[in-house]
């Protein structure tokens, strides 16, 4: 059974289609005289509706790659897919049509707008998409149908990180990329938006990339890769994923 075989197969029972594809990527960052080597040559694929955690040490270079994924940042050599489309470094509108059109990023910080409610903070984002969910659609999905007009100050961090996921999927991205999601919240608060992450990948089918270290994540991910200076050094697959219900965080 390839690694493919693991991830939830269409009908006629074959594997996902690659949604996401890194060849020979490497990031180097350079400050002055001084340079950074972030990612030292990695290849991965990510396959449609996929759900994988990245894990690895500090300075691994994990953001470093979600940044690749998702087209916040070129690479120093190698290549980015989406589908059968590579992203080109230089294309700047190119990049930025990728970005609004397909990807929903979430980070550690939620960068809501303090004098907009729930509901507007991601009604702002809908306005430019082609199919999006109803604010209240998206909000609802992570489970704050009750607070569509609480401003973030009435919000508890978890409430707003979850306000900026119904943000950053009302578009209906095909990709949900999340930089430590939870690393600004106490672990109570950090399970419910994890929960969130994972019934937008469930519900919506969404390929989610996410960087966090909570252990039980790892459980229900497809697969778990572990990053250590640079380089994607163990790749876990998980053959049998259990149900988030069957979960004791
Ligand atoms: P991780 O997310 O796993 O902690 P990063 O991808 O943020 O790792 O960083 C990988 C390496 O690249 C680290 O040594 C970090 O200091 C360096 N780095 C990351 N971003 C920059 C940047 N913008 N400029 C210079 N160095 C950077
Ligand atoms: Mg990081």
Known sequence: MTERDQVTTSPNGSPPPTALRARGLTKTYRMGAVEVQALRGVDVDFAEGELVVLLGPSGSGKSTLLNLLGGLDVPTSGEVWFHDRRLTAGD???????RREHVGFVFQFYNLIPSLTARENVALVTEIARDPMTPTEALNMVGLGERLDHFPAQLSG?????????????????????????????SATGILVLEAILTVNRT?????VLITHNAVIADIAHRVLHFADGRLVEVRV????????ELVW
């Open 204 to 208: 919506l089918g969404t390929t989610t």
């Open 238 to 245: 998980n053959a049998s994923r259990r149900e988030p219900a």
């Open 158 to 186: 978890g409430e707003q990180q979850r306000v900026a996921i119904a943000r950053a999927i009302a578009k209906r991205p095909a990709l949900l990329l999340c930089d430590e999601p939870t690393g600004a919240l106490d």
């Open 92 to 98: 700047e509108r190119a990049l930025n049509r990728y």
